[in-house]
Protein backbone atom coordinates (compact mmCIF):
# COMPACT_ATOMS: atom_id res chain seq x y z
CA UNK A 1 0.00 0.00 0.00
CA UNK A 2 1.01 3.57 -1.21
CA UNK A 3 1.63 6.30 2.34
CA UNK A 4 -1.50 7.53 3.92
CA UNK A 5 -1.76 10.72 4.93
CA UNK A 6 -2.65 11.45 8.50
CA UNK A 7 -4.33 14.94 10.05
CA UNK A 8 -1.77 16.21 12.36
CA UNK A 9 -2.06 19.45 14.49
CA UNK A 10 -0.06 21.44 11.88
CA UNK A 11 -0.76 25.51 13.50
CA UNK A 12 2.37 26.47 10.58
CA UNK A 13 0.04 25.78 7.97
CA UNK A 14 -3.05 27.90 9.32
CA UNK A 15 -0.67 30.75 10.59
CA UNK A 16 0.62 31.06 6.75
CA UNK A 17 -2.82 31.91 5.32
CA UNK A 18 -2.82 35.57 8.06
CA UNK A 19 1.57 36.42 7.47
CA UNK A 20 1.87 39.60 6.05
CA UNK A 21 4.55 42.22 4.85
CA UNK A 22 6.37 44.53 7.81
CA UNK A 23 3.93 46.77 9.39
CA UNK A 24 4.36 50.17 11.45
CA UNK A 25 2.11 48.83 13.95
CA UNK A 26 2.86 45.69 16.13
CA UNK A 27 -0.42 43.24 16.26
CA UNK A 28 -1.54 40.91 18.76
CA UNK A 29 -1.10 37.41 18.22
CA UNK A 30 -4.47 35.97 16.22
CA UNK A 31 -6.09 32.97 17.77
CA UNK A 32 -5.77 30.21 15.63
CA UNK A 33 -8.52 29.32 13.17
CA UNK A 34 -10.68 26.08 13.88
CA UNK A 35 -8.95 22.96 12.68
CA UNK A 36 -11.11 21.29 9.54
CA UNK A 37 -12.77 17.71 10.23
CA UNK A 38 -10.03 15.44 10.54
CA UNK A 39 -9.08 12.59 8.56
CA UNK A 40 -10.01 9.05 9.30
CA UNK A 41 -6.97 7.38 12.05
CA UNK A 42 -5.87 4.38 10.60
CA UNK A 43 -5.68 1.02 12.78
CA UNK A 44 -2.60 0.89 14.97
CA UNK A 45 -0.44 -1.79 14.59
CA UNK A 46 -0.99 -5.52 15.96
CA UNK A 47 0.84 -5.87 19.73
CA UNK A 48 3.81 -7.24 19.76
CA UNK A 49 6.05 -8.81 22.76
CA UNK A 50 5.14 -6.94 25.71
CA UNK A 51 8.13 -5.06 27.51
CA UNK A 52 7.98 -2.45 30.08
CA UNK A 53 6.57 0.88 28.61
CA UNK A 54 9.21 3.28 28.30
CA UNK A 55 8.24 6.89 27.71
CA UNK A 56 10.48 9.40 25.90
CA UNK A 57 10.27 13.30 24.34
CA UNK A 58 11.53 14.08 20.98
CA UNK A 59 11.87 17.69 20.47
CA UNK A 60 13.08 18.94 16.65
CA UNK A 61 13.41 21.24 14.69
CA UNK A 62 14.19 21.58 10.95
CA UNK A 63 15.20 24.47 8.04
CA UNK A 64 16.37 26.62 10.98
CA UNK A 65 17.88 28.56 8.34
CA UNK A 66 20.12 31.17 10.88
CA UNK A 67 16.90 32.45 12.54
CA UNK A 68 18.52 33.68 15.94
CA UNK A 69 15.87 36.14 17.28
CA UNK A 70 12.48 36.75 16.79
CA UNK A 71 11.33 38.76 13.91
CA UNK A 72 8.43 41.27 13.95
CA UNK A 73 7.98 41.32 10.25
CA UNK A 74 5.08 38.58 10.22
CA UNK A 75 1.86 39.07 11.94
CA UNK A 76 2.55 36.74 13.64
CA UNK A 77 6.34 36.95 15.40
CA UNK A 78 6.89 33.04 16.90
CA UNK A 79 10.22 31.52 16.99
CA UNK A 80 14.29 32.74 18.56
CA UNK A 81 16.56 30.75 20.61
CA UNK A 82 15.17 32.22 23.94
CA UNK A 83 12.31 31.34 23.49
CA UNK A 84 13.27 27.58 22.65
CA UNK A 85 15.22 27.41 25.53
CA UNK A 86 12.35 28.66 28.15
CA UNK A 87 9.92 26.10 26.19
CA UNK A 88 12.70 23.07 26.51
CA UNK A 89 13.09 23.82 30.16
CA UNK A 90 9.50 23.68 30.67
CA UNK A 91 9.36 20.36 28.44
CA UNK A 92 11.81 19.05 30.78
CA UNK A 93 9.78 19.60 33.83
CA UNK A 94 6.93 17.87 32.61
CA UNK A 95 9.39 14.38 33.76
CA UNK A 96 9.55 12.85 31.01
CA UNK A 97 13.10 12.39 29.62
CA UNK A 98 13.79 14.99 26.58
CA UNK A 99 15.74 14.20 23.65
CA UNK A 100 16.69 17.32 21.41
CA UNK A 101 16.99 17.02 17.55
CA UNK A 102 17.19 18.89 14.97
CA UNK A 103 16.95 17.84 11.12
CA UNK A 104 19.29 20.05 9.12
CA UNK A 105 19.24 23.19 7.23
CA UNK A 106 20.42 25.06 10.04
CA UNK A 107 22.80 28.22 9.20
CA UNK A 108 22.55 29.68 6.31
CA UNK A 109 20.27 32.14 6.07
CA UNK A 110 19.47 33.16 2.34
CA UNK A 111 19.87 35.34 0.32
CA UNK A 112 20.54 38.46 2.35
CA UNK A 113 23.70 37.21 3.54
CA UNK A 114 25.98 36.98 0.94
CA UNK A 115 29.44 37.47 2.37
CA UNK A 116 31.36 34.74 3.80
CA UNK A 117 32.05 36.70 6.92
CA UNK A 118 28.23 37.28 7.54
CA UNK A 119 27.54 34.02 6.85
CA UNK A 120 30.47 32.58 9.69
CA UNK A 121 29.50 34.80 12.40
CA UNK A 122 25.87 33.85 11.80
CA UNK A 123 26.52 29.93 11.89
CA UNK A 124 29.16 30.37 14.49
CA UNK A 125 26.27 31.47 16.81
CA UNK A 126 23.52 29.34 15.74
CA UNK A 127 25.86 26.37 16.54
CA UNK A 128 26.76 28.29 20.34
CA UNK A 129 22.84 28.73 20.58
CA UNK A 130 21.70 24.90 20.10
CA UNK A 131 24.14 23.65 22.48
CA UNK A 132 22.66 26.04 25.15
CA UNK A 133 19.41 25.02 24.37
CA UNK A 134 20.50 20.76 24.60
CA UNK A 135 21.02 19.95 21.15
CA UNK A 136 21.69 16.05 21.30
CA UNK A 137 21.90 15.74 17.35
CA UNK A 138 21.85 17.10 13.75
CA UNK A 139 21.67 16.02 10.58
CA UNK A 140 23.40 19.07 8.52
CA UNK A 141 22.32 19.51 4.59
CA UNK A 142 24.24 20.32 1.98
CA UNK A 143 24.21 24.36 2.73
CA UNK A 144 25.48 23.33 5.90
CA UNK A 145 28.17 21.06 5.10
CA UNK A 146 29.73 24.36 3.03
CA UNK A 147 30.38 26.11 6.63
CA UNK A 148 32.23 22.82 8.18
CA UNK A 149 35.68 23.48 9.24
CA UNK A 150 34.98 27.67 9.14
CA UNK A 151 32.94 27.37 12.11
CA UNK A 152 32.82 25.13 15.32
CA UNK A 153 30.67 23.25 17.17
CA UNK A 154 30.02 20.60 14.86
CA UNK A 155 30.51 17.46 17.71
CA UNK A 156 27.07 16.41 17.65
CA UNK A 157 26.66 16.41 13.85
CA UNK A 158 25.38 12.92 12.59
CA UNK A 159 25.10 11.90 9.01
CA UNK A 160 25.56 8.03 7.66
CA UNK A 161 26.40 9.50 4.09
CA UNK A 162 29.07 12.04 4.57
CA UNK A 163 32.83 10.71 4.65
CA UNK A 164 34.28 11.30 7.84
CA UNK A 165 31.57 12.05 10.00
CA UNK A 166 29.74 10.14 12.62
CA UNK A 167 26.49 8.37 11.55
CA UNK A 168 25.00 8.30 14.63
CA UNK A 169 24.94 8.55 18.33
CA UNK A 170 23.20 6.50 21.20
CA UNK A 171 21.73 8.54 23.51
CA UNK A 172 20.78 6.90 27.32
CA UNK A 173 18.59 8.88 29.21
CA UNK A 174 15.89 8.32 32.37
CA UNK A 175 16.03 4.43 31.38
CA UNK A 176 16.23 4.32 27.54
CA UNK A 177 18.38 3.78 24.98
CA UNK A 178 17.78 6.02 21.61
CA UNK A 179 19.98 5.51 18.70
CA UNK A 180 19.69 8.89 16.25
CA UNK A 181 20.71 8.34 12.82
CA UNK A 182 21.80 11.58 10.46
CA UNK A 183 20.85 11.55 6.94
CA UNK A 184 22.07 14.31 4.54
CA UNK A 185 20.54 15.22 2.01
CA UNK A 186 21.93 15.74 -1.87
CA UNK A 187 23.16 18.80 -3.01
CA UNK A 188 20.79 20.46 -6.19
CA UNK A 189 21.01 19.04 -9.28
CA UNK A 190 22.55 15.74 -7.58
CA UNK A 191 19.46 13.72 -6.14
CA UNK A 192 20.68 10.72 -3.77
CA UNK A 193 20.18 7.10 -4.56
CA UNK A 194 17.66 5.56 -2.49
CA UNK A 195 18.59 2.27 -2.38
CA UNK A 196 22.30 3.06 -1.58
CA UNK A 197 21.44 5.67 1.08
CA UNK A 198 19.27 3.31 3.26
CA UNK A 199 22.01 0.74 2.76
CA UNK A 200 24.17 2.86 4.10
CA UNK A 201 22.07 3.73 7.08
CA UNK A 202 21.26 -0.13 7.77
CA UNK A 203 24.79 -0.82 7.51
CA UNK A 204 25.55 2.55 10.27
CA UNK A 205 22.68 0.79 12.71
CA UNK A 206 23.82 -2.59 12.68
CA UNK A 207 27.41 -0.84 13.62
CA UNK A 208 25.63 1.55 16.23
CA UNK A 209 23.82 -1.23 17.56
CA UNK A 210 24.76 -2.16 21.46
CA UNK A 211 25.25 -5.99 22.81
CA UNK A 212 22.15 -5.02 25.16
CA UNK A 213 20.47 -3.43 21.65
CA UNK A 214 18.22 -0.32 21.53
CA UNK A 215 14.80 0.75 22.73
CA UNK A 216 14.32 3.11 19.76
CA UNK A 217 15.66 4.13 16.59
CA UNK A 218 14.96 7.90 15.29
CA UNK A 219 16.67 9.07 11.98
CA UNK A 220 17.05 12.58 11.30
CA UNK A 221 17.24 13.05 7.49
CA UNK A 222 16.55 16.30 5.07
CA UNK A 223 17.09 14.15 2.10
CA UNK A 224 13.98 14.13 -0.40
CA UNK A 225 10.91 11.88 -0.48
CA UNK A 226 11.99 8.81 -1.89
CA UNK A 227 15.13 8.40 -0.02
CA UNK A 228 12.94 9.18 3.35
CA UNK A 229 10.64 6.17 2.18
CA UNK A 230 13.50 3.77 1.16
CA UNK A 231 14.71 4.10 5.20
CA UNK A 232 11.36 4.17 6.68
CA UNK A 233 11.12 0.22 5.41
CA UNK A 234 14.21 -0.68 7.78
CA UNK A 235 12.74 -2.57 10.40
CA UNK A 236 14.23 -1.09 13.53
CA UNK A 237 13.36 2.24 12.29
CA UNK A 238 10.53 3.72 14.68
CA UNK A 239 10.24 7.43 12.98
CA UNK A 240 12.07 9.48 10.28
CA UNK A 241 11.78 13.31 11.45
CA UNK A 242 12.43 15.34 7.81
CA UNK A 243 12.64 18.63 6.45
CA UNK A 244 9.52 20.31 5.05
CA UNK A 245 10.47 20.99 1.38
CA UNK A 246 7.79 23.05 -0.31
CA UNK A 247 4.63 22.56 1.81
CA UNK A 248 4.41 21.14 5.24
CA UNK A 249 2.58 17.61 5.12
CA UNK A 250 0.76 15.86 7.99
CA UNK A 251 3.02 12.88 9.11
CA UNK A 252 2.53 9.57 6.74
CA UNK A 253 2.38 6.35 7.53
CA UNK A 254 4.17 4.36 5.23
CA UNK A 255 4.46 0.56 5.09
CA UNK A 256 7.32 0.84 7.37
CA UNK A 257 8.02 4.11 9.56
CA UNK A 258 6.03 7.26 9.78
CA UNK A 259 8.01 10.09 8.03
CA UNK A 260 7.23 13.17 10.08
CA UNK A 261 8.21 16.93 8.56
CA UNK A 262 8.17 19.87 11.22
CA UNK A 263 7.59 23.91 10.49
CA UNK A 264 10.79 26.24 9.27
CA UNK A 265 12.92 28.88 10.56
CA UNK A 266 12.58 27.41 14.13
CA UNK A 267 9.05 28.99 14.83
CA UNK A 268 7.80 26.05 16.41
CA UNK A 269 9.40 23.00 18.33
CA UNK A 270 7.74 19.64 17.04
CA UNK A 271 6.94 17.44 20.05
CA UNK A 272 6.94 13.57 19.43
CA UNK A 273 5.23 12.02 22.62
CA UNK A 274 6.96 8.15 22.14
CA UNK A 275 5.81 5.39 24.22
CA UNK A 276 8.15 2.27 23.80
CA UNK A 277 6.20 -0.90 25.05
CA UNK A 278 7.64 -3.89 22.76
CA UNK A 279 11.08 -4.10 20.62
CA UNK A 280 12.66 -1.58 18.50
CA UNK A 281 10.60 -0.79 15.11
CA UNK A 282 8.20 1.50 13.28
CA UNK A 283 6.08 3.46 15.81
CA UNK A 284 2.18 3.72 15.73
CA UNK A 285 0.57 7.39 15.36
CA UNK A 286 -2.28 8.13 17.89
CA UNK A 287 -4.62 10.84 17.47
CA UNK A 288 -6.76 12.53 20.31
CA UNK A 289 -10.49 10.50 21.10
CA UNK A 290 -13.40 11.43 21.84
CA UNK A 291 -13.43 12.91 25.64
CA UNK A 292 -10.72 14.15 28.12
CA UNK A 293 -9.34 10.67 28.28
CA UNK A 294 -7.70 10.93 24.94
CA UNK A 295 -3.92 10.94 24.18
CA UNK A 296 -4.28 14.52 23.41
CA UNK A 297 -6.02 15.56 26.49
CA UNK A 298 -3.20 13.78 28.19
CA UNK A 299 -0.48 15.82 26.10
CA UNK A 300 -2.14 19.09 26.64
CA UNK A 301 -1.78 18.33 30.90
CA UNK A 302 1.28 17.53 30.68
CA UNK A 303 1.97 20.74 28.99
CA UNK A 304 -0.35 23.28 31.45
CA UNK A 305 2.14 21.41 34.77
CA UNK A 306 4.65 23.33 34.69
CA UNK A 307 2.81 26.97 34.89
CA UNK A 308 1.01 25.45 37.87
CA UNK A 309 1.93 25.82 41.48
CA UNK A 310 0.97 24.71 44.99
CA UNK A 311 -2.53 22.74 45.02
CA UNK A 312 -3.41 23.41 41.63
CA UNK A 313 -0.31 21.38 40.28
CA UNK A 314 -0.97 18.49 42.13
CA UNK A 315 -4.34 18.48 40.74
CA UNK A 316 -2.73 18.60 37.38
CA UNK A 317 -0.19 15.71 37.91
CA UNK A 318 -3.18 13.02 39.91
CA UNK A 319 -5.05 13.97 36.09
CA UNK A 320 -1.95 13.65 34.27
CA UNK A 321 -1.59 10.16 36.29
CA UNK A 322 -4.96 8.82 35.73
CA UNK A 323 -5.08 9.76 32.06
CA UNK A 324 -2.23 7.64 31.52
CA UNK A 325 -3.94 4.65 33.73
CA UNK A 326 -6.36 4.70 30.96
CA UNK A 327 -4.19 5.33 27.80
CA UNK A 328 -1.44 2.52 28.53
CA UNK A 329 -3.16 -0.41 27.89
CA UNK A 330 -3.29 0.70 24.40
CA UNK A 331 0.51 0.59 24.23
CA UNK A 332 0.89 -2.23 25.85
CA UNK A 333 3.43 -4.85 23.38
CA UNK A 334 3.53 -1.45 20.74
CA UNK A 335 5.19 1.61 20.16
CA UNK A 336 3.07 4.74 19.66
CA UNK A 337 4.12 8.25 19.07
CA UNK A 338 1.89 11.47 18.96
CA UNK A 339 2.71 14.59 17.23
CA UNK A 340 2.27 18.23 17.83
CA UNK A 341 3.73 21.57 16.83
CA UNK A 342 4.59 23.99 19.79
CA UNK A 343 4.78 27.52 19.27
CA UNK A 344 7.46 29.74 20.66
CA UNK A 345 5.35 32.78 21.09
CA UNK A 346 5.09 34.92 23.38
CA UNK A 347 4.15 33.18 26.28
CA UNK A 348 7.59 32.06 26.44
CA UNK A 349 8.53 35.97 26.58
CA UNK A 350 10.33 37.53 30.05
CA UNK A 351 8.57 40.83 31.63
CA UNK A 352 10.43 43.69 29.68
CA UNK A 353 11.70 44.92 33.17
CA UNK A 354 13.34 42.08 33.83
CA UNK A 355 14.77 41.03 30.21
CA UNK A 356 18.35 41.69 29.18
CA UNK A 357 19.74 40.05 26.18
CA UNK A 358 21.84 37.08 26.55
CA UNK A 359 25.38 37.25 26.68
CA UNK A 360 25.74 34.95 23.42
CA UNK A 361 22.96 37.38 21.51
CA UNK A 362 24.84 40.58 22.82
CA UNK A 363 28.16 39.16 21.43
CA UNK A 364 26.63 38.49 17.62
CA UNK A 365 25.04 41.81 18.21
CA UNK A 366 27.94 43.60 18.60
CA UNK A 367 30.12 41.43 16.35
CA UNK A 368 27.39 41.85 13.40
CA UNK A 369 28.10 45.31 13.41
CA UNK A 370 31.84 45.39 13.66
CA UNK A 371 30.99 43.23 10.26
CA UNK A 372 29.24 45.94 9.09
CA UNK A 373 31.42 48.54 9.59
CA UNK A 374 34.19 46.46 8.07
CA UNK A 375 32.10 46.43 4.94
CA UNK A 376 31.20 50.21 5.03
CA UNK A 377 35.35 50.50 4.83
CA UNK A 378 35.45 48.49 1.74
CA UNK A 379 36.98 50.57 -0.79
CA UNK A 380 34.15 52.08 -3.09
CA UNK A 381 34.02 54.21 -6.28
CA UNK A 382 30.32 55.22 -5.40
CA UNK A 383 28.96 56.31 -2.13
CA UNK A 384 25.68 56.30 -0.45
CA UNK A 385 24.31 60.10 -0.36
CA UNK A 386 20.75 59.60 1.65
CA UNK A 387 17.33 60.77 0.86
CA UNK A 388 18.50 64.76 1.04
CA UNK A 389 20.96 64.43 -1.75
CA UNK A 390 17.91 63.25 -3.98
CA UNK A 391 15.44 65.86 -2.81
CA UNK A 392 17.46 68.90 -4.14
CA UNK A 393 16.37 67.86 -7.42
CA UNK A 394 13.65 64.98 -7.13
CA UNK A 395 11.67 67.50 -4.97
CA UNK A 396 8.19 67.87 -4.02
CA UNK A 397 6.35 65.02 -6.49
CA UNK A 398 8.69 62.58 -6.42
CA UNK A 399 9.19 63.02 -2.56
CA UNK A 400 5.89 62.87 -1.74
CA UNK A 401 5.72 60.02 -4.24
CA UNK A 402 7.74 58.00 -1.81
CA UNK A 403 6.54 58.96 1.48
CA UNK A 404 3.55 57.74 1.10
CA UNK A 405 4.93 53.98 0.33
CA UNK A 406 5.62 51.30 3.04
CA UNK A 407 9.11 51.91 2.54
CA UNK A 408 8.92 55.47 3.97
CA UNK A 409 7.64 53.73 7.21
CA UNK A 410 10.01 50.68 8.00
CA UNK A 411 12.00 52.56 10.43
CA UNK A 412 9.00 53.17 12.23
CA UNK A 413 7.93 50.00 12.50
CA UNK A 414 11.50 49.13 14.58
CA UNK A 415 10.67 52.13 17.03
CA UNK A 416 7.44 50.70 17.75
CA UNK A 417 8.69 47.50 18.47
CA UNK A 418 11.95 48.68 20.01
CA UNK A 419 14.11 47.06 17.69
CA UNK A 420 16.51 50.15 16.72
CA UNK A 421 19.28 48.72 18.15
CA UNK A 422 18.99 45.27 16.68
CA UNK A 423 21.32 45.04 13.54
CA UNK A 424 19.25 41.93 12.94
CA UNK A 425 16.29 44.55 12.15
CA UNK A 426 18.47 47.34 11.14
CA UNK A 427 19.85 45.74 7.65
CA UNK A 428 16.41 45.78 6.17
CA UNK A 429 14.57 49.03 8.12
CA UNK A 430 16.95 51.24 7.49
CA UNK A 431 19.53 52.44 3.97
CA UNK A 432 23.06 51.15 3.10
CA UNK A 433 23.57 49.37 6.11
CA UNK A 434 26.89 47.46 6.03
CA UNK A 435 27.55 48.02 2.48
CA UNK A 436 30.83 50.00 0.67
CA UNK A 437 30.33 53.41 1.31
CA UNK A 438 27.57 53.29 3.20
CA UNK A 439 26.61 53.21 7.46
CA UNK A 440 27.28 50.84 10.39
CA UNK A 441 26.05 53.05 13.26
CA UNK A 442 22.81 52.92 15.16
CA UNK A 443 23.23 55.59 17.40
CA UNK A 444 20.55 58.59 16.73
CA UNK A 445 22.79 61.16 14.45
CA UNK A 446 23.40 58.16 11.73
CA UNK A 447 19.88 56.90 11.64
CA UNK A 448 18.62 60.20 11.11
CA UNK A 449 20.20 60.44 7.89
CA UNK A 450 19.84 56.66 7.08
CA UNK A 451 16.14 55.85 8.62
CA UNK A 452 13.84 53.91 6.40
CA UNK A 453 14.05 52.22 3.17
CA UNK A 454 15.44 55.16 0.80
CA UNK A 455 15.99 56.09 -3.04
CA UNK A 456 19.23 54.68 -2.30
CA UNK A 457 18.08 50.79 -0.85
CA UNK A 458 16.51 49.83 -4.44
CA UNK A 459 19.05 52.34 -6.78
CA UNK A 460 22.21 51.63 -5.45
CA UNK A 461 24.74 54.53 -4.34
CA UNK A 462 24.02 57.61 -6.20
CA UNK A 463 27.20 59.87 -5.39
CA UNK A 464 28.59 59.70 -9.27
CA UNK A 465 24.97 60.48 -9.93
CA UNK A 466 24.95 63.70 -7.13
CA UNK A 467 28.31 64.67 -9.06
CA UNK A 468 26.69 64.75 -12.52
CA UNK A 469 22.87 64.17 -12.42
CA UNK A 470 23.16 64.27 -16.32
CA UNK A 471 24.77 60.60 -16.34
CA UNK A 472 21.99 58.16 -14.68
CA UNK A 473 23.96 55.67 -12.45
CA UNK A 474 21.11 53.81 -10.54
CA UNK A 475 21.25 50.09 -10.81
CA UNK A 476 18.29 48.53 -12.26
CA UNK A 477 15.69 46.94 -9.28
CA UNK A 478 15.33 43.62 -10.28
CA UNK A 479 13.17 40.82 -8.08
CA UNK A 480 16.46 39.59 -6.23
CA UNK A 481 17.19 43.69 -5.39
CA UNK A 482 13.93 43.20 -3.50
CA UNK A 483 14.43 39.50 -2.09
CA UNK A 484 17.72 40.74 0.00
CA UNK A 485 15.09 41.33 2.41
CA UNK A 486 11.62 40.11 1.65
CA UNK A 487 12.86 36.82 1.89
CA UNK A 488 10.50 33.74 2.91
CA UNK A 489 11.05 34.19 6.32
CA UNK A 490 9.85 37.91 6.92
CA UNK A 491 7.86 38.43 4.17
CA UNK A 492 5.71 35.44 3.38
CA UNK A 493 3.52 36.86 1.32
CA UNK A 494 5.92 38.57 -1.28
CA UNK A 495 5.04 38.82 -4.64
CA UNK A 496 7.54 40.94 -7.15
CA UNK A 497 4.84 42.58 -9.62
CA UNK A 498 2.49 43.49 -6.78
CA UNK A 499 4.64 45.01 -4.01
CA UNK A 500 6.74 47.19 -6.56
CA UNK A 501 3.78 48.71 -7.43
CA UNK A 502 3.49 49.81 -3.61
CA UNK A 503 6.97 51.25 -3.53
CA UNK A 504 7.19 52.42 -7.46
CA UNK A 505 8.30 55.84 -7.27
CA UNK A 506 6.50 56.24 -10.87
CA UNK A 507 3.33 54.03 -9.94
CA UNK A 508 2.78 56.27 -6.36
CA UNK A 509 3.29 59.55 -8.70
CA UNK A 510 0.90 58.49 -11.44
CA UNK A 511 -1.46 57.56 -8.50
CA UNK A 512 -1.18 61.25 -6.96
CA UNK A 513 -1.52 62.56 -9.73
CA UNK A 514 -5.04 60.92 -10.89
CA UNK A 515 -6.50 61.40 -7.70
CA UNK A 516 -8.85 64.79 -7.61
CA UNK A 517 -7.95 67.23 -6.00
CA UNK A 518 -9.67 67.99 -3.04
CA UNK A 519 -12.46 71.05 -3.32
CA UNK A 520 -11.27 74.59 -2.42
CA UNK A 521 -13.06 76.63 -0.02
CA UNK A 522 -14.56 79.82 -1.64
Same mark, same amino acid.
Request: include cysteine; charged fraction near 20%.
Given at each position: ???????????????? *???????????????????????????????????????????????????????????VPYGGFERRERYLDRLREQGDP????????????????????? %??? =??????????????????????????????????????????????????????????? /????? @????????? #??????????? =? !? *??????? +????????????????????????????? !????????????????????? =??????????????????????? +?????????????????????? @????????????????? *??? %??????????? +? !???????? /???? &????????????????????????????????????????????????????? &?????????? !?????????????????? %??? @??????????????????????????EHVANPSQNHTRPVTQATCLAC? #????????????????????????????????????
Open positions: MGPVPLRRTHAAALIA *LVLAACSGTPSAEPTTPPLPPRLPVPALPAPGAELPIKRVTIAWTAEVRGEIEVCGCPTVIVLDAGEMLKKGARLARAAD %EVL =RASTVLKLAAQVGLDAWAPSPTDLQLKGLTKGWDTAVAANVEGMNAGTVIERGGARIGV /IGVSG @GAAGHPLDS #DAVAQQVAESI =R !R *LTPPQGL +DGLVVISNADTPVNTAIAQLPSVGMVLTT !RGGDLDPPLRTEGAPIIEAPD =RGRFVSVVRWVIGTTAGPAGLVE +DGPDDRSWQAWDDALERLPLQT @GAARDAEGARIASSWQT *LSP %EASGRNLILVR +D !RPLGTDLD /IPTS &HDETPPTLKAFQKASVDVAAGHTNEPATRHYMGTGACISCHNAPWFAAWAYTP &HAGAWKALVN !RQATQNPECVGCHSTAWG %EPG @GNASTDPTAMFTWKAVQCESCHGPLSH #DPANSPQFNYTTYLQRVSCVSQKAAMASTPAPPTTP
